[in-house]
DNA sequence: CATGCTTCGATGCATGTGCAACGATCAGGC
DNA sequence: GCCTGATCGTTGCACATGCATCGAAGCATG
């Protein structure tokens, strides 16, 4: 992209609309299957990497606003999915974990995302490596820029 | 990402963190100066490409639902940014154009863009064009898949 | 022209979302 | 202990979003 401004080659256009097609395409997964949505999908996914997660941890680290970590969390407690209890050590953090049922969820989630993953893999053949790194670069970038509180701003959608 | 699901490796979630990162970061430059939604630079940027554009080719080509594009059109209409007429060849057409107000608008914005776009590649370093090649391989992948009708899901997050 | 089918854009409606409170809890100073 | 300020999760509210639907218009066949 020289001088002229061109939308089509414009970056975070781009990675805007790669990342809508990849969400679409891997949500019929939980979708179609377990009747998840994205943001509880996305709670699903942190619990499976660790035990057990604060509401907190999870709205920090990624593109979640608090209550939508919060809402989604209640919709998998109600469909018995995942619990909810008050820390021990700060009573102000709630720590989610799997339930049985939610984890033989997880167990099959985890497999269609391993071979989700792969198969994007080999789309991005070679260069699979460098694309990772671009997204470090520019993510990384990112968090050079943001130090005290948030911005407020919000979500991708 | 080998055989246990690793989110932090998992593509689809990746990209639509850092696609939501790029997003907000420059979505400052038309939210502060300009108070745009982010559909509504959208539509914008589309119209800094071609001096007509049609609520469907806005639509068709990227992830906006229809009628998304269309309020956002209305509202755009109402600051008087654009300008919104039946077409004469097909008068089912809404066609889009920027007003004078509008195309001094789009000027600032897209000096800015290009500014935007130009501190990008260089976080990229020169890994940009691998990356690039990547999101072209991920969306022409998809893009394969995609065929007769479009499958109704939409828009990310 | 008449008929049936498709496409485009707008809109009603239910739901999701971000943001700003708010209560509860914690940490520190005194 | 008491007070002040900060942090965490929830909730109210206004607004955005997606989906289904609708009317208007095109397009094809006869």
């Known amino acids: 992209m020289p001088d002229p401004f061109v939308l089509d080659g414009f970056l975070p256009y781009r990675v805007a609309v790669t990342a809508g097609r ?33 509401v907190r941890e999870i709205h920090a680290r990624v593109d979640m606003d608090k209550s939508k970590v919060s809402r989604a969390a209640t919709r998998l ?21 799997l339930t049985d049922k939610g984890a ?11 071979a989700y993953h792969a198969q994007l893999i080999v789309r991005l053949g070679p260069g699979a490596t460098a694309f990772l790194a671009g997204l470090e670069a520019l993510g990384d970038a990112d968090g ?14």
Chains 1, 2 share one sequence.
């Not at 050079?144 to 959608?157: C, E, I, M, N």
């Open 77 to 97: 407690e109600e469909a018995g999915i995942i619990t909810k209890r008050i820390s021990d050590s700060d009573r102000r953090l709630v720590v989610l974990g």
């Open 22 to 54: 990849l969400s679409r395409e891997f949500s019929r997964v939980y979708q179609e299957r377990f009747g998840l949505s994205r943001a509880e999908w996305r709670v699903m996914a942190h619990l499976s990497q660790e035990a057990e997660v604060s």
């Open 104 to 114: 033989v969820m997880m167990a099959e989630l985890a497999e269609a995302a391993v």
């Open 144 to 157: 050079t820029q943001r130090h005290a509180g948030h911005t407020g701003a919000d979500q991708g959608q």
